[in-house]
């Protein structure tokens, strides 16, 4: 006779992903689904592994809603670095660059420099393992990986460009897609749809910028379409009720706009869900939140759309090897230098009189499209072989050597180059500002980015991040609305069959230590070699001793901050169709 419990958790504070008030229970799992949660104790005896979680918290595992993992699973399909944080789905695909028509190079070409993953890596990667070219091979090879989390995934436009148009003639501002090929970009997309991809992601930024020698330094494909283009893609969403996710032109902030009337029904037509990266209190543009804030509310409001802004709740600190970082695609003196691929190419550049001069104007520059703040009396630095400058700001050292901080900063980085490491806050540094953000009804949590980006941040802890929110002295919100949040809400909003812990439901479960969660540090910095890409030492999190463990339909994933051995070698997440 089987056993009725492959798991049981005895005696865990549960908390459903409803919302609703926690309560003590046991879980008993089998066949990777929960099919007993009972507040009287269940047999032991009756149970292959029996795992007490006395003391602790019982949610269900949390939903990152912005990964650019689309390589990484192609290396390391465990995702280690997202599990050990109790995050049990990702979605892939995000900011118009999945990798589903392009072929191999293409693919990579699109998606290398604006994530900052090393080329070398992921191009040999792709030509080695890319055999799909549709949707229906992608996620047939999707289904075929020893997937650690959850993957979902959205079809990108870019990637859709590509495939109708080739890439050369998709960069080219002058080309605009024949009917044919806006023919085939409706194919491909509802093909997509209907093997349960969320949708479709954009992009319209123009700073994210396409790797490789042949187009090096266009931007992304999706940023030259126009907008009758994009209208008639949005169209195809709306009519199916898929999604769509973005990134608004930050030259030009009456693009998010735009966004916000393409979600909208205007009481004539079917609303379209809409998110767009990222609700953030920036230092670059004060207030900018509160402003799309109230603009927001009056679309969801009274125009009939629905529209969220994707959330991230930490602040957002970033890391730097001397120049290599996406901030300086922002303004032309570094989006010259990052074209550049050899370090003494980039030296030769940094020590002219007239970059300097253009440098030094683009830096003072206050207004317009911006991210980063540039101010170098904030940027610390944290290691370089001249170890005495560690822990000093670059405006600091140019003060000592009598400098502008914008010629310190470049022969800094001519005298170190990438061992120039340095730090700098981008946004939410007001925790006031960020606990009225996480709360807004247009905020979804998520946008981590993880998978990219690897020597520059790390925000796979953003769920537990979160939590400790709702556990130190003046919470920003009830721990069962942030568990909700970070799961029910999202699988809901998204239409997707997680998020929630109920007999019948999936067994993504997380078990977390709340007294733990309060007293340690999140935002430790942390490093760990990344050995599918050579020992890269990557940007992680490290938080031992709040996640106990994370099981994965079922399956022990990570237990006391150890991976099992069986994480990204055995199949325990599945790609997650959305619900049509």
């Known amino acids: 006779m089987p056993t009725p419990y492959d798991v049981l958790i005895r005696r865990g504070t549960v908390f459903d992903g409803t919302g609703a008030p926690p309560r003590i229970a046991d879980i008993g799992v089998r066949d990777g689904h929960i099919v007993a949660i009972s507040e009287t104790p269940l047999a032991e005896a009756d149970a292959t592994k029996v795992m007490d979680a006395n003391g602790l918290w019982v949610t269900p595992g949390f939903i990152d809603i912005h990964t650019h993992y689309d390589a990484e699973l192609l290396l390391e399909p465990g995702l280690q670095e997202s599990v050990r944080h109790g995050v049990t789905t990702c979605f892939v695909g995000s900011c118009s660059i999945s990798m589903i028509y392009s072929d191999a190079e293409d693919a990579s070409d699109i998606f290398t420099r604006v994530e900052s993953i ?95 020698d042949r187009y090096r330094s266009s931007a992304l494909p999706s940023v030259y379409a126009r907008w009758s283009e994009y209208r008639r893609l949005h169209k195809l969403l709306r009519r199916r009720g898929a999604i769509l996710q973005s990134a608004p032109n930050l030259n030009n902030p009456i693009n998010a706009v735009f966004y916000l009337f393409t979600s909208a029904s205007l009481a004539v037509r079917r609303r379209l869900k809409t998110t767009l990266i990222t609700l953030m209190d920036v230092k670059a543009k004060p207030k900018i939140d509160i402003v799309m804030g109230a603009v927001t509310r009056f679309f969801n409001a009274c125009l009939g759309a629905s529209f969220r802004w994707q959330a991230l709740p930490q602040p957002f600190q970033v890391y730097a090897d001397g120049i290599d970082f996406v901030i300086f695609e922002e303004f032309p003196a570094g989006e010259a230098a990052l074209h550049l691929k ?66 310190t900063f470049l022969d ?23 606990a009225v953000n996480l709360n807004q009804p247009y905020a979804i949590m998520g946008f981590s980015d993880a998978g990219a980006h690897l020597r520059n941040m790390a925000f796979y802890n953003f769920g537990l991040a979160l939590l400790q929110l709702t556990v130190q002295d003046a919470p920003v919100m009830t721990p069962e609305k942030a568990v909700w949040r970070l799961t029910g809400e999202i699988a809901d909003w998204y239409d997707l069959h997680t998020g929630k812990l109920a007999p019948g439901a999936q067994a993504d479960i997380v078990l977390l230590d709340p007294v733990a969660l309060k007293r340690t540090r999140l935002d430790r910095y942390a490093e760990a070699p990344f050995e599918a890409m050579g020992g890269l030492q990557r940007v992680v999190n490290r938080n031992d001793g709040v996640i106990r463990c994370t099981l994965i339909r079922g399956q022990l994933a990570f237990e006391n901050d150890t991976p099992s051995p069986l994480l990204g070698r055995q199949a325990m997440g599945r790609f997650l169709a959305r619900r049509s």
């Open 118 to 212: 090393p080329r070398e890596y992921v191009l040999p990667a792709l030509r080695e393992k890319k055999t799909w070219n549709d949707a229906a091979s992608y996620v047939a090879h999707l289904q075929s990986l020893p997937l650690g989390p959850n993957i979902a995934s959205y079809m990108g436009h870019s990637d859709l460009r590509v495939a109708a148009m080739g890439l050369g003639r998709s960069v080219d501002p002058k080309q605009v897609p024949t009917e044919a090929e806006l023919q085939l970009m409706e194919k491909h997309l509802n093909e997509g749809i209907d093997h349960g991809l969320l949708g479709m992601s954009g992009m319209t930024n123009p700073w994210d910028k396409v790797d490789g």
């Open 342 to 407: 050899r370090e003494f190419d980039r030296q030769k550049l940094f020590a002219s009189p007239d970059y300097r001069t253009k440098f030094k104007a683009d830096y003072k520059k206050k207004w317009g499209g911006r991210v980063w703040h540039r101010d170098f009396g904030d940027a610390h630095v944290i290691d370089c072989p001249d170890k005495s400058l560690v822990g000093k700001t670059i405006r600091q050292i140019a003060d000592e050597r009598g400098e502008h901080e914008v010629d």
């Open 412 to 434: 800094l980085v001519i005298d170190h180059g990438p061992r120039l490491r340095w730090s700098t806050l981008i946004g939410n540094h007001n925790p006031k500002r960020v």
